[in-house]
């Protein structure tokens, strides 16, 4: 063990360095904010996996979420009696029909104002701690509630008065989070501590690897948040009945995405085998992502086991990966299981680049989205960095 924990100290700082390599100015990296915000994940890490304080925390988060799936399964089932609660239940029914009353949970909570002022706390907090511009540390946040592409839309005031460096920055950023609408979904297939514990981290390393690719330097006249206009809400129920049919269209999208990665990538997979038996996609992915994963204090064996499902997701999505593992995710080691789950909780994938850069073009003009998709591989790195570094970090304290 104390030779895997070293490897995977080590993987940690060659992340860092790996971001280094890469960024737009190394003179102006800001070394003494990077060791402030690792002194700062270890600590947060340490609190929600080793103290057990910090454990009974997240495991009454945890029930919590577990009480509210079981509340949307009154209505799930209520609908699809026959579908729910069978020994072999679907993982639409599973995982993503509680959808369905989550989302238009947090909506309500954001029509009556109090996800906002949660969300402004926490950026001013996060601000203060990092030393980063204002704006970078509420967006963080408020991607960690409302997901990127929400978040993009409701800053879009902000982002068309923005620099190009400064995009930049949000468009890294926006390749590290999940929504909390989905925090329940992951908890019915993956274990519901390391989801929660990845939410934070993956804040935390975002900010960590933005500021090393992209190292942003403004003036006090420019750090501000532009107050979004206040406009006449609608009635509660057209609100809420909005939202609902939102939540449904998530669950059809998802479905679809789930469907067509899963048929593509058996195509490929034939169309591999017809090259070599043995050739097969996750094999490819596995060989390029074992490095990587070595680097997360992993043997051999369980390296490449998670490396295939690591590349699986990045060219994938995470349900797909989600999906696949939940049936043997009791044969994983403690430490496998947690970095490989870890690793999951986030959209950082090919399809959410197009996303992104979609979201920029409907906001910012044309030369400064053309400019922002010049960088995709930047994007894709800096997703991959930040679900790296996410896992290395609770890697250290589960064994």
């Known amino acids: 063990m104390n030779f895997f924990l070293l490897i995977n100290v080590i993987g940690i700082l060659v992340f860092i360095g790996i971001a280094f390599l890469f960024s737009k100015d190394k003179k102006n990296v800001n070394w003494k904010a990077i060791s402030i915000l690792v002194i700062f994940n270890l600590f947060l890490v340490w609190l929600l996996t080793a103290f057990s304080g910090g454990r009974w925390f997240v495991g009454q988060v945890a029930d919590a979420f577990n009480w509210l799936i079981d509340t949307a399964f009154s209505g799930i089932g209520f609908a699809f009696a026959s579908m729910v609660h069978v020994e072999n239940m679907d993982v639409v029914f599973s995982a993503l029909m509680p959808i369905l009353l989550v989302v238009p949970l947090f909506d309500i909570l954001t029509y009556f104002g109090i996800l906002p002022k949660i969300i402004k706390f926490l950026g001013w907090a996060l601000s203060k701690l990092t030393g980063q511009p204002k704006f970078e540390s509420f967006y963080a946040i408020e991607m960690m509630f409302l997901g990127n592409t929400e978040a993009l839309a409701v800053s879009g005031g902000q982002l068309k008065a923005m620099s190009q460096q400064r995009l930049f920055t949000v468009s890294l950023m926006s390749m590290s989070c999940v929504s909390a609408a989905m925090i329940g979904a992951y908890t019915q297939m993956i274990p519901a501590e390391y989801v929660l514990t990845a939410i934070p981290l993956n804040i935390i390393n975002a900010i960590i690897v933005t500021s090393i690719l992209n190292p942003v330097s403004i ?41 067509a990665f899963v048929s593509l990538a058996t195509l490929i997979d034939k169309v591999l085998m017809l090259i070599a038996p043995w050739l097969t996609l996750s094999s490819i992915l596995g060989v390029i992502m074992t490095p990587f994963s070595l680097l997360l204090g992993l043997s051999f064996g369980e390296a490449f086991q998670t490396a295939q499902y690591m590349g699986t997701k990045l060219v994938t999505n995470e349900f797909v990966v989600m999906i696949d593992i939940m049936p043997i995710m009791d044969t994983f080691s403690p430490h496998m299981k947690a970095v490989l789950t870890t690793f999951l909780v ?12 979609g979201c920029f073009n409907g906001i910012v003009s044309k030369e400064k989205a053309d400019n922002l998709s010049r960088g995709v591989w930047l994007m894709i790195l800096s997703g991959t960095l930040v679900s790296l570094l996410s896992a290395a970090f609770v890697g250290l304290f589960v064994w």
């Open 219 to 259: 003036s006090k006249e420019e750090d501000v948040i532009f107050e979004m206009k206040k406009e006449d809400k609608p009635p509660f129920f057209s609100f809420l009945g909005d939202s609902i049919l939102g939540a449904g269209k998530l669950i059809l999208i998802i479905t679809a995405m789930i469907i």
């Open 346 to 357: 986030s959209f950082a994938n090919f399809s959410t680049v197009g996303m992104i850069l």
